[in-house]
T-cell receptor, first 112, second 115 residues
Framework: AQSVTQLDSQVPVFEEAPVELRCNYS??????LFWYVQYPNQGLQLLLK??????LVKGINGFEAEFNKSQTSFHLRKPSVHISDTAEYFC??????????FGTGTRLLVSP | GAVVSQHPSWVICKSGTSVKIECRSL??????MFWYRQFPKQSLMLMAT?????????EQGVEKDKFLINHASLTLSTLTVTSAHPEDSSFYIC???????????FGPGTRLTVL
């Protein structure tokens, strides 16, 4: 069975600083990987996804992630964050049957 | 494209009553819909998967008689919380997917508060 680990429950950062949110997964088969963002009292919005092809994936709002098969990681990065990026970020994996397994989430707190 | 709506966005009900939450795919046909539950400051937990025209598949530990799921059409799924109790208070989120894709599109969620 697949699982997702987000080691950082909370990441505080100053505005305009770079940020990396870590995600590691475990699966015995090929995976599809996703990052979602959730603002308070809202549903999930897809930031980016890796299905195949280039391991560097660019998403919305200036975010990008790199799929690293040898390290079973899919870390999310942004070179310069804004106050508006403050939200909960979820990494998720599926193995092609649409069923998603989510990590526990990382709260990104951007301060001025 | 790929918009999913939920109704209501929030609901308050008395203990013992039943509450129905609707999930609609507005601009695509959803062969599969998923229902999640999210407690404060926690991740999403999959409750069940429903395919149009067939019975839902519930995750382990989810009471199928308490959380009734109906997926009557390719654009509508409903979740009914029967005989709700305060411990059922939560944020319920649905998502929809189409066959042949690996992506789910999420609704905005429904906040249920049971008094």
């Amino acid at each position: 069975a697949q699982s997702v680990t987000q080691l950082d429950s909370q990441v505080p950062v100053f505005e305009e600083a770079p940020v990396e949110l870590r995600c590691n997964y475990s699966s015995s088969v090929s995976v599809y990987l996703f990052w979602y963002v959730q603002y308070p009292n809202q549903g999930l919005q897809l930031l980016l996804k890796y299905l195949s092809g280039s391991t560097l994936v660019k998403g919305i709002n200036g975010f990008e992630a790199e799929f690293n098969k040898s390290q079973t990681s899919f870390h999310l990065r942004k070179p310069s964050v804004h106050i508006s990026d403050t939200a909960e970020y979820f990494c998720a994996v599926n193995t092609g049957f649409q069923k998603l397994v989510f990590g526990t989430g990382t709260r990104l707190l951007v301060s001025p | 494209g790929a918009v999913v709506s939920q109704h209501p966005s929030w609901v308050i009900c008395k203990s013992g009553t039943s509450v129905k939450i609707e999930c609609r795919s507005l601009d695509f046909q959803a062969t599969t819909m998923f229902w999640y539950r999210q407690f404060p400051k926690q991740s999403l937990m999959l409750m069940a998967t429903s395919n149009e025209g067939s019975k839902a598949t519930y995750e382990q530990g989810v009471e199928k008689d308490k959380f009734l799921i109906n997926h009557a059409s390719l654009t509508l799924s409903t979740l009914t919380v029967t005989s709700a109790h305060p411990e059922d208070s939560s944020f319920y989120i649905c998502s929809a997917g189409t066959s042949g894709t690996n992506e789910q599109f999420f609704g905005p969620g429904t906040r249920l508060t049971v008094l």
